[in-house]
């Protein structure tokens, strides 16, 4: 992996892949785990013929994406080869914001992060499935990568572009701002109060709303000049409309729900998500690349319509932060969580839909087994970031600690 020709083949790799047919792929384009009904391609295509044939494609409750996919595939042809590249591109990102972290042009762990993203299954398969969280995965490297290197408007622009094509990726906003307006370099052994500038915050946040607008009246405009776009594709995540199984915590509890509680506890699971970025932004303000990463871990599992790519994106940037892994407390732990639910998932899914012997409770209790793999990263990640501004301390150094309360 320290080859400077390792990172080049293992996107050669995933470009001769694309090219080879395999009959196993096609049943992943209707895997529950691997796409969801927001990044379907089957319901992509749809829309893509009814779009191409004069027909409003958000008549009928079928597209859930983003008119800017049917502008991009309308001129792009949707095949396996696009979401290589993207996939190319997701690592070059990746490895991109690693540079910017460490201060380095080039250095011999750029393999391994390119790895972390082209090898691990969790977003492999989700690519090989056609799903389009691969395209909005990309953009969000895309994002922290202009991001920390210090370029402002194309990572504005490409935030904004992330927003329209997921809703819930707005919650990487705040740090964004933060990270433009500071620096990208490991700040964790040495936490300090945010010294940004908040006048450039608010000048850039600004300027994201240009942008967000401007892609709203093109969406619009992409989508025949009708509004229903909003609806179908935002109002997606908001309200729940299509309560197909997931590796998500939300699609059971909303189809065992009573319709009179539905909109209180809607407006609550969507709080739940909004409700983590101003505490991590404010515990990690000295460290704003750090603050996305988590934030990025809480979208991943709590998301309403998630996909093992959203884990995935999470899982993948702990490459970024070696600092970190001496202070991890339950990384054995996380890991064979991680490794039971992959398991289990395929197993019950499989026992349930297609045997026919099983139940959606079987299905739902490996996505709780997802949701607590993916609630203790977050919580070890957390600790990890945390406690790196100690350091490490010998015995005789702990005697002498007082825990004093105020």
Known sequence: MESPLFLPALAACRLMLAWVQFPVLDGLQIDHQLTSPLTSYFRLNEGLWLYHHGVD???GGILKHSPLFLSFFSTVPPGSVAWALSDI???WAL???WHSRQQLGRSRRDGLIGAA???NPYLLLPSLASSTSTFENAIVLLTLMFAAEGRPSPALLALALSTH???CTSLLLVPVLMLLVTSPTSQLASARPFGGSCWMAFKYASEFVVYWFVLIFAASIMAG???NWMRESWGASLILPDLTPNPGLWWYFFTEMFDHFRPFFLMVFSIHLVIYVMPVCIKFQHDALYAAFLLLGILGTFKPYL??????LFLSMFA????IYPYLRHAMVTALLHAHASLLLPLFHALWVIEGRGNANFYYAASLVMGIAGGASIVDACFAGMRIAIGSASEAERAKWEVVQE
């Open 307 to 312: 996909t093992l790519a959203d884990p995935g």
């Open 320 to 323: 970024v932060f070696p600092e």
């Open 117 to 119: 993203y082209l090898l």
């Open 225 to 227: 000049g009708v509004w």
């Open 89 to 91: 591109v997701g690592a």
């Open 165 to 167: 094509l997921s809703l």
């Open 95 to 97: 490895v991109r914001i």
């Open 57 to 59: 494609p958000y008549v």
